[in-house]
């Protein structure tokens, strides 16, 4: 590593070199460039291989875990952890070969080299460093081990940055360090072979180039929140979009374009009556006559609900408390229950935004949209229509959009939506669609009250008994995942609600047991102790019900605590129901008692 860098290493506490793992320029592997700038079908996690560079440095490094690797050991047990670290300005050094690259290849590098400056301005620093997280990992694939660094952390400042400036032909060299303390940091420089200069001296001007930023710094502008049922996506996207505008709509198999966007549709109206000579005809006293009539008149749906709203909005000047654009939400709950391709029609063309929140492709709008568009934007006056005529080249784009000729995702709008995994088979998203969205996994996890940060502790009520919700959670969704080999049909925490903190039997039943034997076991074939009944026979969904003499249906609570002693669940103090035993301050204004659970973050 230069010299330059030596105290600045050290005063991140980093002060014995275990050894230079490439001295000179290593040039970049094709594996860690981004997607469109490599041939090859990738790989699944991103790594760098070290080939055998320092190869006995690192093995007097890593003596036990070499030894172990060797002796059959999974590769995987005893992985090193590795902080990497990378200079800030070395990466402005690299913007202008990244520029000439996409612009040779593109015929345009703005878009691109603007998000790498609100990247990098956003991204902190460690005096003078971005730093993220990766391991240290032996390969056996080989006729000998190779060394690299593997499973970078998910939206770290390497994929989210530094990969974006790598480009073919580009190098670097990589010191690996220790601390006093055992820490491991591997520092690295940027660059390409024969050019040993490849610092740069940022000012704060060079990073804020592009006057237009994304209103929302790193908020999605079309996101997908998925996972199992009940793990909270729902109320998670209402807390997200609590400041601002929201449209909701939910999709269903019989959802189609002009239920989404509009269409004309029989409205009744009062219209003034007339005799036989063509006069008005008025009563007693006066006042014109009138009687209803169907007219056909065109209605718009929930997208151009958002779509109006969100221009207006920019047109006004409305302003967030951080100077940006009020947002526009346009939220989607179910989205795969429908078919996406018919609801969204050509308005998919849309999907794809520019660096600055917009459209990169506008639509035509078809004659009964235009005229619906042109009357509901009529006297609005865009303030950003010169940056919307350079963005498009073309003169007059903001008027164009204000007679409703043309359909452009403004800035301020945001399109967000739920998915259940368990649900996916009704209609498949394809590839297409699904890369113009952002992705959002939503695990299962403990239900936390929002107002005190502890867990909610909602318990089962069954026979007298109580036993942790969570508790039965963990162990139900172990099964699930044995049988189905899937995360789809697990429970979420919020899948059953609680009242007071309590479910009761018969919620449990007819809730989370018939699902459990609609959804789950009728599938498989499989035999298993906590099915079993007192008498070793199998327990059956019908055998949770008895009906009484005068014909009611009763849940068997006795048997429900069968189920979840076998189960192995944990049994609670009655007097014990956690925080969200149903205390008042927990409480929605309507009573209900749901508003401040909330997953985890």
């Known amino acids: 590593m230069e010299q330059i860098y030596k105290d600045r290493i050290a005063a991140l506490g980093y002060n014995h070199l275990v050894c230079d793992i490439f001295t000179d320029w290593e040039e970049v592997k094709d594996e860690i460039l981004p997607q469109d700038r490599k041939s090859g079908s990738g790989n699944g996690t991103v790594h760098v291989f070290l080939g055998s560079a320092a190869d006995a440095a690192l093995r007097q490094e890593f003596p036990a875990?070499?030894?172990?690797?060797?002796?059959?050991v999974d590769p995987d047990d005893g992985m090193i952890r590795v902080k990497h670290y990378f200079i800030r300005s070395n990466i402005l050094s690299m913007l202008g070969y990244v520029c000439e690259y996409y612009y040779k290849k593109y015929n345009d590098a703005g878009s691109f080299v603007s998000k790498i400056l609100s990247t990098l301005a956003k991204s902190d620093t460690e005096d003078g460093f971005l730093a993220t997280g990766a391991y240290f990992r032996l390969s056996t694939g080989s006729s000998k081990l190779?060394?690299?660094?593997k499973k970078f952390d998910q939206h770290g400042v390497f994929t989210d940055l530094v990969r974006q400036v790598l480009i073919p032909g580009s190098a670097y060299k990589i010191s690996l360090y220790r601390d006093s303390s055992g820490g491991y940091a591997a520092f690295w420089l940027l660059g390409f072979p024969g050019m040993p200069d490849f610092l740069a001296n940022p000012t704060a001007e060079q990073l804020t180039l592009v006057r237009h930023q994304p209103d929302a710094g790193n908020m999605p502008y079309q996101v997908i929140y998925y996972g199992a049922p009940g793990t909270g996506k729902s109320f998670r996207i209402n807390r997200l979009t609590s400041d601002g505008n929201t449209v909701r709509t939910t999709f269903h198999p019989d959802s189609d374009y002009s239920g989404f966007v509009g269409s004309y549709k029989p409205v009744t109206t009062e219209v003034q009556r007339y005799d036989s000579s063509g006069r008005p005809i008025a009563d007693t006293n006066g006042r014109p006559v009138t009687e209803s009539r169907i007219i056909y008149d065109f209605t718009a749906q929930a997208f151009l609900q958002a779509y109006i709203a969100a221009w207006k909005t920019l047109a006004s000047?409305?302003?967030?408390?951080?100077?940006?654009?009020r947002k526009e939400f346009l939220v989607i709950e179910e989205i795969n229950r429908g078919n996406c391709a018919q609801i969204f029609g050509d308005l998919f063309q849309l999907l794809d935004r520019n660096t600055y929140g917009y459209s990169d492709y506008p639509v035509l709008a078809d004659s009964d949209l235009q005229r619906h568009l042109a009357k509901e934007f009529e006297g609005l006056i865009l303030p950003d229509e010169v940056e919307l005529d350079r963005m498009y080249g073309k003169t007059g784009t903001a008027q164009t959009v204000m007679n409703g000729e043309i359909l452009i995702l403004p800035c301020n709008l945001y399109i967000w939506a739920t998915m259940n995994t368990s649900d996916q088979s009704l209609f498949p998203i394809d590839s297409a669609f699904k890369r113009r969205w952002d992705w959002k996994y939503i695990p299962i996890s403990e239900g936390i009250d929002r107002s005190t940060g502890k867990p909610l502790g909602w318990v089962i009520e069954a026979d007298g008994k109580r036993y942790s919700w969570w508790?039965?959670?963990?162990?139900?969704?172990?099964?699930?995942?044995?049988?189905?080999?899937?995360?789809?049909?697990?429970?979420?925490?919020?899948?059953?609600?609680?009242?007071?903190?309590?479910?009761?039997?018969?919620?449990?039943?007819?809730?989370?047991?018939?699902?459990?034997?609609?959804?789950?076991?009728?599938?498989?074939?499989?035999?298993?102790?906590f099915l079993k009944d007192t008498d070793g026979s199998q327990l059956t969904f019908d055998g949770f019900y008895a009906t009484d003499e005068t014909g009611d249906t009763a849940v068997c609570q006795d048997k429900v605590s069968l189920l979840l002693e076998n189960l192995g669940a944990d049994r609670e103090n009655a007097e014990d129901t956690g925080s969200g035993g149903g205390a008042a301050e927990d409480e929605d204004e309507d009573g209900t008692g749901t508003g401040t659970y909330q997953l985890e973050e």
């Open 65 to 72: 875990y070499y030894q172990d690797v060797e002796n059959g």
């Open 146 to 149: 190779r060394p690299y660094f």
């Open 317 to 325: 000047g409305e302003k967030e408390s951080d100077g940006s654009h």
């Open 471 to 529: 508790s039965f959670l963990q162990k139900i969704n172990a099964v699930i995942g044995d049988l189905t080999k899937s995360q789809d049909k697990k429970l979420g925490y919020f899948f059953c609600r609680a009242e007071n903190g309590v479910i009761s039997a018969e919620t449990f039943a007819d809730k989370v047991l018939f699902y459990l034997w609609n959804e789950i076991f009728r599938n498989f074939d499989f035999d298993s102790d």
